[in-house]
């Protein structure tokens, strides 16, 4: 049991302060550029306590170093209660800006259902595609809510696979169709 000191002396600490000594811990942690994120555990460990209360969505990103430890965790959007974008323009520029050679993707659903939407899956393999370009390795995109924390990319590797197939052709037709064929003679 957790006691905090209050007028009254040390009294049993309440969810809330329970809660606010783990958002405050985890931010000590990043702050000092101590965490290594390298699994569901570190994530449950530092990132559910900063997400997993809130009434709307946050996307956010770690910024990993080419050992993966955390260069930077940032809030790059806010979001209502059922959505919020993923931009990845900003997230390419800011990799870049830290020479960053990895990233984790981390969003949290104030519903309290860990599971990723179809719109959670497309943009994982969306800003995948587009990163690794720049050799950058999208480590994993989590959901975190009240519920725990799933990785998109190890649990839906199949729905992955097909989501990029259809993007892959997809473009490919775009690309095909918008190319001028030499008329013959």
Same mark, same amino acid.
């Given at each position: 049991?957790?006691? #905090?000191?209050?007028?009254? +002396?040390?009294?049993? !600490?309440?969810?809330?302060? #329970?809660?606010?000594?783990?958002? *405050? ?13 390298? +699994?569901? !555990? ?16 946050? *996307?956010?990103?770690?910024? /990993? ?5 955390? %260069?930077?965790? $940032? $809030?790059?959007?806010? +979001?209502?209660?059922?959505?919020? =974008?993923?931009? =990845? &323009? ?13 990233? %984790? /993707? ?7 259902d860990c599971e990723p939407s179809d719109e959670d899956i497309d943009v994982t393999v969306r %800003?995948?595609? /587009?990163?690794?370009?720049?050799? %950058?390795? @999208?480590? $994993?995109?989590? #959901? ?10 190890? /649990?839906? $590797? ?15 037709? &775009?690309? @095909?169709?918008? &190319? ?6």
């Amino acid at each position: 049991m957790l006691y #905090v000191h209050s007028e009254r +002396g040390f009294v049993p !600490a309440k969810d809330e302060h #329970v809660l606010a000594e783990g958002v *405050a811990t985890a931010k000590r942690m990043f702050d000092a550029r101590t965490v290594q994120l390298r +699994g569901d !555990a570190d994530v449950r460990k530092y990132v559910l306590p900063l997400l997993a209360t809130k009434q709307y969505e946050v *996307a956010c990103v770690a910024y /990993l170093d080419s050992e993966k430890k955390l %260069i930077a965790f $940032e $809030e790059l959007s806010q +979001g209502s209660a059922i959505m919020c =974008p993923f931009p =990845p &323009r900003r997230i390419v520029q800011r990799a870049l800006e830290l020479n960053a050679t990895a990233v %984790i /993707l981390v969003h949290n659903h104030p519903t309290g259902d860990c599971e990723p939407s179809d719109e959670d899956i497309d943009v994982t393999v969306r %800003i995948k595609m /587009l990163i690794e370009q720049l050799e %950058i390795e @999208l480590c $994993e995109h989590y #959901v975190v809510s009240k519920a725990g924390v799933t990785a998109i990319s190890r /649990l839906y $590797e199949k729905r992955m696979r097909e989501t990029r197939e259809k993007l892959t052709d997809s473009f490919l037709n &775009r690309l @095909l169709s918008t &190319r001028k064929v030499p008329e013959p003679g």
